[in-house]
């Protein structure tokens, strides 16, 4: 899979999922800008790495996703994009009466308004290219809930939905947009679930994650952030060029049950 000369930013990429994207577009050849609020001594040394490991041009910017100005000065700041995955995202637990306001406008604003306004900013350039693939990382609760996380299942649904829209503005231009939907994946996000999931349900970790976890998952195993990376770069690849509007499902089969 050649990227070489593709211009790709990962949104929420110093971790996890966004993480594991990022390396894999490195590794097909891709120049990647990596990305997360943080801006601290080791984003810009994990660019590094990321960057010695793979031999490919590979930068960090700063950029708050909660911030609309700064999503759209992300995109700006690194030159444009060929290839512009929308990742960032945080999760909350909570009954919906007890669910804070705060929480659910802040899970609104990264997990679904932040990729408004990165597409806004990249889809005029990947247009005139004549060449772009956006990918956004929604989830399975893209497709299907759970209860306690209202905020997060309704930022999912819509993302799926602002794909679907994107893919038909872009039809035609060489330009494809479509959703990833992982099912559960051991990252840093799920671990920080665990305590919340083991209060509520009244389960140890173990069994929260065989019965509760695991057990929306018929394989019975976490997916992988480098199986996520893997589907990313198929989507840029040209096998993929008329996948659009659509979604992928990288979740054990959990939404086939
Ligand atoms: P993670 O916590 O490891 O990573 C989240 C990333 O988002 C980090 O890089 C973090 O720095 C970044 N981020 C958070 N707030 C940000 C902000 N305000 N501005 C910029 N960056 C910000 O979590 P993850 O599990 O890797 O999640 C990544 C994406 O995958 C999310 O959209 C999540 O909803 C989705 N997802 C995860 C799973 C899973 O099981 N882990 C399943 C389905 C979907």
Redesign the pocket.
Known sequence: MNLQGKRAIV????????LGVAEALAGAGAEVVI????DRDEDHALAAEIAARHGVEVSYIA????DGAACRALVERAGGCDILVN?????HVAPIEEFPVAQWDRIIA??LTSSFHTIAAALPGMRDKGWGRIVN?A??HGLTASPYKSAYVAAKHGIVGLTKTVALEAAGKGVTCNAIC????L????EAQIPDQMKTHGMDRETVIREVMLDRQPSREFATVEEIGGTAVFLCSEAARQITGTTISVDGGWTAL
């Open positions: 949104t929420g990429s110093n971790s996890g999922i966004g990305n997360s609020f943080t950029a708050d996703m909660s990742n960032a995202g945080i999760q990264i997990n990382v989830s399975a992982p099912g559960y994946v990252t840093p996000l799920v």
